[in-house]
């Protein structure tokens, strides 16, 4: 049975002017009120001043410190390191700049000392928590804890206050299954907590803003974003990727092929002919090419409904294009091939989403018909 003591990890990247007086204070404060044998981790994410050195001096000088470099930055990998290499039975983490009060940490991990719960987290919106920082940050965590709970379901209050703690147990369950390394860890960890319907504790505490602080806002809300994508679609998601990025590469080839037609073309004809032939006699082998290599339909059958399909985005195509010349020769009526040939470009390129669209959505049809008839035969 595990020793029933504490890890309290401070994750840390540039931080060598707080670092001593704050793992000072947290030490002080363990030593002198908190009731469990506890344990101080600092993990390095990679700093590049003297974060590490006094990283070290700490874990030499103080009893129960301990310090691990990580060549790497991020929060998740920081915590998934020192919490699968910890022995303790609860593994936690706070913030180096110790925004939330100290005195929270026992009802942190009282639940988890007593079985009743398998997560705790601080809560800076739960009633009774006593929260100062500026309306920006305070408009931010309430805006992205919503998108949460319509996005994932989340029945937590607030995903990202620097301060959890979670027994070992759940957390060699669930770590394995996290992806995000960075700021996202917790998100992801407390969806996939809920999910395994493990009971999840919410503490309020008392929070003071951290004017210094060296979260980039703006790109850990975009990188949060497509966590929450992510886990809201999961294969789905990864699966539209790879059909882009393919369509992405036949476009261009067609797009290249088309140019080259529709130059030679314009030898002998007017604009209009020059583009729907050159459209024509890219669009089969687009069809073709999209039909294999994006969408997975490798069988001979239906091959030809199937360009019938191709001819409805050809359609679209033929339009716009249309459409584009013509405007072209109102504005300037002796504009060169090249510049018919960059207007086309574009005007493809539009069409492009429609023909992406509308290929999806009748392969997607094929395949439920062909799962159904399958299903009919048995």
Sequence with gaps: ????????????????????????????YLEARFPFPTTITIVDN???????????????????????HLDAKGRGRALRTAWLSSEAAIVAYMDVDQSTDLDALLPLVAPLMSGHSDVAIGSRLARGARVRRG???ELISGAYNFLLHIGLGAQFSDAQCGFKAITAVAARRLIPAVQDQAWFFDTE?????????????EVPVDWT???????????????????????RFGGVALALSRQVLTFASIGIA??????????LLRVFASPAISNVLALIATSVGNTAANRRLTFGVRARTGFWQDQLAGMGALGVAITMTSAAIALLHVTAPHA??????????????????????????????????????KTAGK
Excluded: C
């Excluded at 001043?49 to 310090?67: G, Q, S």
């Excluded at 979260?215 to 994508?229: E, Q, S």
């Excluded at 091939?337 to 429609?354: D, F, K, S």
């Design 209 to 231: 803003d951290d004017p210094d602080s060296r979260v980039d806002i703006a790109k850990t809300a975009m990188d949060d974003l497509r966590g929450i994508f992510r886990m």
């Design 336 to 373: 060169s091939v090249l510049a018919e040939i960059a207007l086309l470009t574009g005007a493809n390129a539009a069409a492009t989403i429609t023909r992406f669209y509308l290929l999806r959505v009748w392969f997607e049809r094929r395949a439920r018909l062909t799962v159904s008839r």
């Design 135 to 137: 309306p920006k940050r």
């Design 254 to 263: 067609s797009t290249i092929a088309y140019a080259i037609a529709y130059a």
């Design 46 to 68: 990679a700093s590049t001043d003297a974060t590490w050195p006094i990283a070290e001096y700490l874990a030499a000088e103080l009893p129960n410190v301990r310090a691990i």
């Design 189 to 201: 960890l407390l969806v996939l907590a809920q999910r395994a319907g493990m009971r999840i504790h």
């Design 1 to 28: 049975m595990e020793k029933q003591t504490v890890d309290i990890v401070i994750p840390v990247y540039n931080e060598e002017r707080d670092l001593v007086p704050s793992v000072r204070r947290l030490h002080a």
